[in-house]
């Protein structure tokens, strides 16, 4: 009788741990599939962070503003005072970005599309070779003379957080052509463009 309980309780624990095994790999899938994506450079990993740190931070940052144009700029004006710096391949949160105080263009890109997406201003990554840069669609009239990119007939500007003091239109230093992926990278999806231009 005791023996057979205990293959019971066997049973039941191997169940358990396999149960468990499994829904951990779906898990894993899951985290895989919101945060990688797949560009013609391989693949794309996004460390992008809702945290309630970050939150704070963006509103602190943009406390004195009155207008969208304003609270980009603050932002884009905090993360280019962040020093470009890497050690090593390794990417880092946008947490991790602020306590070190250091970055390359991913974590630094990374750290000002958390920031903007806290403030729920609309944003995308843009990759080309060996860069990555931020790109918002603003309509102010103090930007009507700078170019921006023009996807689908939409205008968005350049922020550049690698450039130290830069403003919202940085000016692109690639070729359109060059432009590998767009992404949103909290949904994890590639904007899908038909047409793409830089111009006033």
């Not at 931020?134 to 009239?141: D, F, G, K, S």
Request: aromatic share 12%.
């Amino acid at each position: 009788m005791q023996s057979k309980s205990a293959k019971y309780l066997s049973l039941v624990i191997m169940l358990g741990a396999f149960i468990a095994f499994i829904y951990m790999t779906i898990l894993a899938l899951d985290r895989v599939s919101k945060t990688q994506i797949g560009t013609d450079e391989g693949i794309y990993t996004s460390y992008v962070s809702r945290s309630q740190e970050i939150q704070d931070k963006a509103h602190t940052l943009s406390q004195n503003c009155f207008s969208k144009l304003c609270q980009v700029q603050a932002l884009l004006d905090y993360v280019t005072n962040i020093p470009y710096y890497t050690e090593t391949f390794q990417r880092y949160s946008a947490s991790k970005i602020m306590a070190q105080n250091f970055g390359d263009c991913d974590d630094k890109s990374n750290l000002l599309i958390s920031l903007l997406h806290s403030l729920e201003i609309e944003a995308y990554f843009v990759l080309v070779p060996k860069h990555i840069f931020v790109i918002v669609p603003l309509q102010n009239q103090q930007l009507k003379r700078r170019k921006g990119l023009w996807i689908n007939n939409r205008k968005y500007y350049i922020l550049e957080s690698t450039a130290t003091a830069s403003k919202i239109g940085f000016p692109l230093k690639y070729k359109l052509k060059e432009i590998d992926t767009i992404i949103e990278p909290f949904a994890n999806e590639k904007l899908n463009f038909q047409s793409i231009r830089y111009a006033r």
